[in-house]
């Protein structure tokens, strides 16, 4: 058309054109024949120019002709538009901009802007500046009010994100089905189940399930509050379920350690014909696991490839961990090796570092954190737990001190309960248990049981009865019904030969009618999953078993080993 000496007018089509194309350079060169034409001077153009330039998500080329659109030419529809870019580049810095300008506008009396800029600071996190604009409106719709409450949810504040439902119900709004989804997962983030059963009633009353995601939400409530029965009762009434009602249902039964319901309903879920989402293998890998069904995590992982799934980091990462938990390392390690050295998150870094402890492969697990070091990777405080980890593991007392002093004095990290869990079960498999109750006295918050399990446990170790009284009795406090912690103390006085104090524990355990849940181990073999207790002859070849165990047991005493049967 230029070749041909005719030159485009006002109209923004090429501009519109330019957007579509993956390459800002084209648009950029079509900037440059927009200015030389004079055409840069109107209106209509210059927003065109702001439009194309956000599509390729260039923010800097989109602020020069922003900044030269004078102050009387914005009005409440351009600023909406720029607010929502400001959130599509994930820039707080440019919608506080926006904001200014606003307010030199005099456009803050608008409702849509004051709801953009509502919107806008809730998306990006910035809760302080949204209740500030939340609490200088003074006509607050349905919208405004399901933008706060999902605010709240969304980061982590669901007691406020209640008041504020609350309020919302005194100052005579009606709650819609986005301001019921948002309430539904602060309950169940509170585990609320009273105030989750007079939500469902109100959801009920008013008509707000007509969404199959307010009954998602519902689902996910009533498997958070341990209600799997009415969480399924809702999965079973829901007629066009999603991959979402799906995964919801699979996740709280893995999450209740139902692996079995939730590997069966995975099969339903294929015959209804759904389609299978990256959630929903995330989801479902951890009842494998649990079940120890490597052959199981094989199949998913071949179904992934299958879907191309497994080109998320998450869903490798995921797979990961599930093959290194089913003792399969080599193959965690060549997932690990697999994926593109820049695409590797921290996450990804943290699960093989993790992996590699667990197996206690203690030199694998550093010589990947020194690799984290070379590459600029910082490692974060669950990195810090996996070499904890490692070093309990292989009773490494000295470079587990250097990897927690290192945590807090060069990254500036503050240990968390498991972090201390490490340390006091490290110095107490030493032997070091003063050491480490003097440790557990330092730490800056209470400790819970996982910090004082494993110090009760040293003392059993090392015949410790001093500390082991200490111990037992800050267990007994935060977990007055489990039995495995008296039982642990019985087997420490028997140990000292205090037979009096071993009955009176006993007594205590008889007349608190509890009883330590027996352990269970379970190994695949042929696909099929076997599972054994401690004296367990359930089984249907347990006569078998037991006989090679006593052969394994005549060999061992021959090469001086000593196993107990």
Not at 105 to 125: E, I
Not at 148 to 159: C, E
Not at 170 to 177: F, T, Y
Not at 484 to 511: C, F, M, P, T, Y
Request: glycine share 8%; hydrophobic share 40%.
């Amino acid at each position: 058309m230029v070749m041909k000496g005719m030159y485009p007018d006002e109209g923004t089509y090429v501009l519109g054109s330019c957007s579509r194309f993956s390459d800002a350079r084209i648009g950029a060169r079509v900037h440059g024949h927009v200015v030389k034409l004079g055409l840069d001077l109107c209106e209509m153009v210059r927003h065109a120019l702001v439009d194309m330039y956000r599509s390729y998500g260039e923010f800097g080329n989109e602020a020069k002709v922003f900044d030269e659109i004078p102050m009387w030419r914005f009005d409440s529809v351009s600023l909406v538009n720029w607010l929502r870019s400001s959130v599509d580049l994930n820039s707080l810095r440019v919608g506080k901009a926006v904001h200014c300008v606003a307010v030199v506008t005099n456009l803050c009396g608008d409702l849509s802007v004051n709801t953009a800029l509502l919107s806008m600071y809730a998306k990006l996190g910035e809760l302080e500046c949204a209740e500030l604009v939340f609490d200088g409106m003074p006509g607050k719709d349905c919208v405004v009010w399901n933008i706060m409450i999902s605010a709240y949810s969304r980061n982590g504040r669901p007691k406020e994100s209640l008041e504020l439902l609350r309020f919302m119900g005194r100052s005579g709004v009606r709650a819609d089905m986005f301001t019921a989804i948002p309430a539904i997962s602060s309950i169940a983030r509170l585990r609320a189940m009273e105030l989750g059963r007079q939500t469902h009633a109100h959801v009920i009353r008013n008509g707000l399930d007509y969404q199959v995601s307010v009954h998602n939400s519902l689902i996910d409530m009533y498997c958070e509050c341990n209600r799997l029965s009415s969480a399924r009762r809702i999965f079973d009434m829901v007629r066009d379920k999603t991959v979402v009602s799906w995964s919801a249902m699979i996740k709280g039964y893995v999450t209740h350690d139902q692996s079995l319901d939730a590997l069966a309903l995975f099969s339903e879920m294929k015959c209804d014909g759904v389609g299978v989402d990256f959630i929903t293998v995330i989801n479902i890998l951890p009842a494998c696991v649990n079940l120890g069904a490597l052959e199981n995590v094989k199949y998913f992982h071949g179904y992934s490839m299958k879907l191309s799934l497994n080109s998320l980091s998450s869903v490798n990462t995921a797979f990961l961990v599930s093959y290194a938990k089913c003792g399969c390392i080599e193959m965690a390690r060549k997932l690990f090796d697999e994926e593109n050295i820049n695409e590797k998150d921290v996450i990804t870094w943290n699960s093989m570092v993790g992996a590699y402890a667990k197996h206690g492969d203690w030199y694998r697990s550093f010589e990947l954190y020194n690799q984290m070091k070379e590459l600029s990777i910082k490692p974060d405080q669950v990195t810090f737990l996996g070499l904890l980890t490692a070093c309990v593991n292989a009773g490494l007392v000295q470079e587990g001190k250097k990897c927690f002093k290192e945590m807090i004095d060069i990254y500036g990290y503050k240990p968390s309960q498991e972090h201390y869990a490490c340390m006091a079960d490290l110095l107490g498999r030493a032997g070091q248990v003063n050491e480490a109750s003097e440790l557990i006295k330092s730490m800056p918050f209470k400790p819970d049981a996982r910090v004082w399990g494993p110090l009760l446990s040293a003392c059993k170790l090392h015949s410790d009865t001093g500390v082991a009284d200490f111990a037992a009795e800050k267990l007994i406090t935060i977990e007055p019904n489990n039995a495995g912690n008296l039982i642990l103390l019985a087997n420490i006085k028997a140990g000292a030969g205090k037979w009096d104090e071993v009955a009176k524990i006993r007594r205590s355990l008889r007349d608190m009618g509890l009883k330590k849940t027996p352990g269970c181990s379970w190994v695949e073999i042929n696909g099929r999953q076997h599972e054994f207790r401690v004296a367990d002859r359930s089984h249907a070849t347990s006569d078998g078993i037991y006989a090679m165990l006593r052969n394994l047991e005549l060999e061992s005493k021959e090469a001086n080993i000593q196993i107990h049967v």
